[in-house]
């Protein structure tokens, strides 16, 4: 195995054929079947493959975030707080890989700012810098209302997004639920959802039952990133940032 995978030629990042179904609400926006259900089995096995090798804080330039598996015990200091979830920020591990992906999500986000535009201010853009695939087992999830700029560490994290890398059954729970807005979606494969960071969009991820693992890949879009050890270490393995401006 090296340590940059190796990606196919000629990979369709986006779904052909068939119309992008938008939805906003609220802040929340939905594009539907818009990264191709290949790259994101691509997403899927670079988790696996990179998972297998049982990556520690030891491994790729002593950085502590390629630590895969997250219990929320090491992430919070108040126990678990009812996380339990697996973990692989794809920037550190594989640059190629993750810039592909901003690139697919730096795509939707353009439609997500037509909407929003306030999100986004012309002289200070906002540029997603991580790109975390994360796989959730039965039982497993992060299940208390919460949101993605609390602490202080988190303070310049402007826009979450979120990218479904595979589909689960309805019967099989595992949807992302939003307090305030009254709403839940069903992880369908190739799906990108963006929502504001902040402690008007409190969510969670609903029980997960069955024998399918729930696979998302996910980050923010930052003013200023506060913890610039992952942006550090992964423009050093050439990850691209994406980068959003209105003047455009």
Known sequence: MTEQQQQPEKIELLTQGVE?????NEGIGV???YASKEWCQIL????????????TKNVLD??????????????????????KDEQLFLEVADAGMASTTNEIVGGAFEHYVREYRGVIDSSDPVTSW??????????????????????FVYRDRVLTWMLYLNDIPVENGGATDFLH???SFQPTVGTMVFWPATYTHMHRGSFLTGDIPKYIATGWFLR??????????GEKRGFIPQQVNLNK
Request: glycine residues 12%; neutral net charge; aromatic residues 10%.
């Open 224 to 233: 200023e990133p506060g913890d610039v050890s992952n942006r550090i270490i």
């Open 20 to 24: 992008h179904e938008m939805i906003f």
């Open 181 to 183: 807005q009254k709403c």
């Open 31 to 33: 594009i539907k079947n």
């Open 130 to 151: 991580t790109c975390k695939i994360q796989k959730t087992q039965a039982g497993g999830g992060y299940h208390i209302w919460h949101c993605e700029d609390g602490g």
């Open 44 to 55: 899927i096995d670079a988790f696996e493959m990179y998972n297998a090798t049982k990556l």
């Open 62 to 83: 002593g950085h502590y975030n390629m630590k895969t598996t997250n219990d929320g015990e090491s992430q919070f200091n108040k126990g678990s707080l009812g996380r």
